[in-house]
């Protein structure tokens, strides 16, 4: 069976962001059901939708995927972009898990009043942990895995962008990582993706958070 792919999720980033940028790359169309009330949570929770009672919940093929390691790699596999064999997939999915743990930590951003510890910390881990990987992985290959665009290659260009929002400077030192992500905007679909009016979204704002801790029905501090 297949159709019009459909995503559920808010009207902002988080974590259906990656999915966004995966579908973009791969070149399927999809739809946006966003979620602003708590009435269309429950109704998906009653529909039985959602197997963790967590979203994003991508429509695809007849099925309705949860959890987004998994929609992620049923769009990489489905597009050929999770490598060729078991070890260019496990290579892949190594330095995409990676890249997930760090944008993780933009996620909470929006939520907390003091911002600056966690802005410290993102910080950090991205020259420390993180950007020399893709730096030294990028030494000669144009593609992370294989010679081949791969999910892997899609999210490190999602996540330079994020760190260059909050830190214009953060890749002087990483020339390797700069070249690459300047080769990855140039991809036509990467490119419309990035101009105004795409279905890229921008930063979080309040009316984000708002809806958010309404749909999951938050009224204390966020956890």
Not at 187 to 193: L, Q, T
Request: hydrophobic share 40%.
């Amino acid at each position: 069976m297949s159709g019009k792919v459909i995503l559920h999720y808010f009207n902002g980033r988080g974590k259906m962001e990656s999915i966004r940028w995966l579908l973009t790359v791969a070149e399927v169309e999809f739809e946006e059901h966003y979620l602003t009330n708590r009435d269309q949570y429950l109704k998906l929770l009653n529909e039985g939708s959602l197997m963790f009672q967590q979203v994003p919940l991508v429509e695809i093929d007849g099925l309705k995927l949860v959890q987004t390691k998994a929609i992620l790699h049923y769009i990489a596999e489905k597009y050929n972009l999770h490598g060729k064999d078991l070890k260019e997939h496990a290579m892949i999915d190594m330095y995409a898990e990676g890249l997930m743990d760090h944008m993780e930590m933009f996620m909470v951003l929006p939520f907390v009043t003091d911002t600056k510890p966690k802005l410290d910390n993102i910080r950090s881990k991205a020259e420390e942990r993180y950007l020399p990987v893709f730096e030294k992985a990028l030494t000669g290959p144009v593609y992370l895995v294989g010679g081949k665009l791969s999910l892997a290659d899609v999210l490190l260009v999602e996540c330079t962008l994020m760190l260059e929002e909050k830190f214009p400077d953060i890749l002087k030192e990483f020339p390797n990582i700069k070249s690459f992500q300047g080769r990855m905007t140039q991809i036509p679909a990467i490119s419309r993706f990035l101009q105004p009016g795409s279905k890229r979204k921008p930063l979080p704002d309040e009316g984000y958070v708002k809806t958010v801790k309404e749909v999951f029905n938050i009224t204390g501090p966020f956890p």
